[in-house]
Each structure stands twice: as structure tokens, then as C-alpha cells.
């Protein structure tokens, strides 16, 4: 009975932190820990199965509301966009998709002036990201935020509200 409350104590921590790491980087991770344990007493098999997953076309670490765009507004600027590739994962998110109050997201954009014409800058430099926009029909002026996640992976918020 000891063995196979350890197995599965073991395969709880295994799974669980695989998901707060894979969370933190903001990458999708499917997370399946297993243990089995046969007693010879009772002949029992034990399996203890954890499944933890975030979607990669909605990285994990952005939680689609003004409250998350809010926060990512002030170092938006200071992105470094010099890594991005053709093969880095490069999201579009428009403003009219994210939930909540866009009221405090306003505020901030408006004090960070200096820091949009840097974003904007930044952006219309990484032929990647100006071409991945102009497929969608916007411009560099059109983003009002960059995210970049731990996995390299960056977000463009793209402001469309009329």
C-alpha cells in the first residue's frame, strides 16, 4: 500500500508541475503521467492519468481580455522583434475578440504615446510580421501591442474597433 501511494503522489507532482511550466512558457503541453503498481497480495493494477492542455493558436499565456492587453501595452515598445521568422508562430488578435471593459486599455495606450512610435517602428523593421499584417489587410499603425512568449511565439494586438 505504501508503494502505491507513492506511485501515485510521484505521478500527481510529475504531472502537475510539466503543466506549470508548460503554462509559464506559454506553450501547449499535453501532460499524461502514468504509474503502475501490481501488488503480488491482491494482483491490482493502479494507473493514476493526468491531461493538461493549452492551445497553441491561442497562447497560453494570453488570456483574451483588455485586463491581459492592458498589461502587455507598457513593454510592447521594448519587444525584442529582431528573432522573428518565417517559422516563429506569429498570432493576430483583434481588440473586438477580447472580453471585458476597455476603458483602463484606452487610458494606457494614450499615456504611452512615445512608446507606440517605437512599437510601430519596431514592427514596420521585421519583414515577417509586416507581411504576416498586410495578409490580413493591416499596417504596422494598426498594432497597438506585441507580446512575446517564452517559446518565441509573439502576439500582435491589432486595435479594429470602429
Known amino acids: 500500500?505504501?508503494?502505491?501511494?507513492?506511485?501515485?503522489?510521484?505521478?500527481?507532482?510529475?504531472?502537475?508541475?510539466?503543466?506549470?511550466?508548460?503554462?509559464d512558457a506559454g506553450v501547449g503541453v499535453v501532460a499524461n503521467a502514468g504509474a503502475g503498481v501490481e501488488t503480488p497480495a491482491v494482483d491490482a493494477t493502479l494507473n493514476a492519468g493526468a491531461d493538461a492542455s493549452a492551445s497553441t493558436d491561442a497562447p497560453a499565456s494570453m488570456d483574451n481580455s483588455y485586463d491581459g492587453l492592458t498589461s502587455?501595452?507598457?513593454?510592447?515598445?521594448?519587444?525584442?522583434?529582431?528573432?522573428?521568422?518565417?517559422?516563429?508562430?506569429?498570432?493576430?488578435?483583434?481588440?473586438?475578440?477580447?472580453?471585458?471593459?476597455?476603458?483602463?486599455?484606452?487610458?494606457?495606450?494614450?499615456?504611452?504615446?512615445?512608446?507606440?512610435?517605437?512599437l510601430h517602428t519596431n514592427v514596420s523593421a521585421n519583414t515577417v510580421i509586416t507581411a504576416k499584417l498586410e495578409a490580413e489587410g493591416y499596417t504596422a499603425d494598426d498594432v497597438v501591442a506585441v507580446k512575446s512568449n517564452a517559446d518565441g511565439s509573439v502576439v500582435i494586438y491589432i486595435d479594429d474597433r470602429s
Do not use: C, P, Y
Open 72 to 118: 502587455a501595452v507598457s513593454g510592447s515598445a521594448s519587444v525584442d522583434l529582431a528573432g522573428i521568422s518565417e517559422e516563429s508562430q506569429v498570432s493576430i488578435v483583434l481588440l473586438s475578440s477580447l472580453q471585458g471593459e476597455a476603458t483602463a486599455f484606452d487610458e494606457a495606450f494614450a499615456a504611452n504615446a512615445e512608446g507606440t512610435t517605437a
Open 1 to 23: 500500500m505504501k508503494k502505491t501511494m507513492t506511485a501515485i503522489s510521484v505521478a500527481a507532482l510529475l504531472s502537475a508541475s510539466s503543466f506549470a511550466m508548460a503554462q
